[in-house]
T-cell receptor, first 118, second 113 residues
């Protein structure tokens, strides 16, 4: 299957700082990338959908000014958590799908980034 | 809107026991259905999928059949191993376009030797 990487895998930061998380599709062109957030022992909640070259579409309740998403190329999307606070601590996961979907609209997931805000 | 409901865990089984994790869905049209697995400390991996009614997805001894009449996609394995201990997520996506997945809440499975 296709490979999606995330960097960093873990990050610890101080309250008030900004953190950037990268999501890369390594062997295919990802026209669409999704960002999810996973709380401990809970399911994944979709934060936003980003299509290459256009603005991200955010889910209700997700602050677009706090969670900045950029999808500047077909292989890279970034999520920047601005002015992070302890309540932003979570596991952030991206997924990517190619043009037209992949036989059943398969998405390929990155390994996730664990953010801890002190 | 679309939704997925799966049995709540945790589920604890002895090695070689039979596993069933129930999953039902609500969706318009003809969604594609998936089971993802998340091993401790890792990201999600696609376990199996089915894209139309009566399709059976299978992988690593796990199976699930797309039942449109009961809107279900139950996960089964005949003989679980300790290495199957993980969290299992049932998910769906509409049949067309690059749309996000809708996940169930996940079921934690622990298999003991």
């Amino acid at each position: 299957g296709a490979v999606v990487s995330q960097h960093p895998s873990r990050v610890i930061c101080k309250s008030g700082t900004s953190v950037k998380i990268e999501c890369r599709s390594l062997d295919f062109q990802a026209t669409t990338m999704f960002w999810y957030r996973q709380f401990p022992k809970k399911s994944l909640m979709l934060m936003a959908t980003s299509n290459e070259g256009s603005k991200a579409t955010y889910e209700q309740g997700v602050e677009k000014d706090k969670f900045l998403i950029n999808h500047a190329s077909l292989t890279l999307s970034t999520l920047t958590v601005t002015s992070a606070h302890p309540e932003d601590s979570s596991f952030y996961i991206c997924s990517a799908s190619g043009s037209g979907g992949r036989g059943g609209n398969e998405q390929f997931f990155g390994p996730g980034t664990r953010l801890t805000v002190l | 809107g679309d939704s997925v409901t799966q049995m709540e865990g945790p589920v604890t089984l002895s090695e070689e026991a039979f596993l069933t994790i129930n999953c039902t869905y609500t969706a318009t049209g003809y969604p594609s259905l998936f089971w993802y697995v998340q091993y401790p400390g890792e990201g999600l991996q696609l376990l199996l999928k089915a894209t139309k009614a009566d399709d059976k997805g299978s992988n690593k001894g796990f199976e699930a059949t797309y039942r449109k009449e009961t809107t279900s996609f139950h996960l089964e394995k005949g003989s679980v191993q300790v290495s199957d201990s993980a969290v299992y997520f049932c998910a769906l996506t509409p049949s067309s376009g690059n749309t996000p997945l809708v996940f169930g809440k996940g079921t934690r499975l622990s298999v003991i030797a």
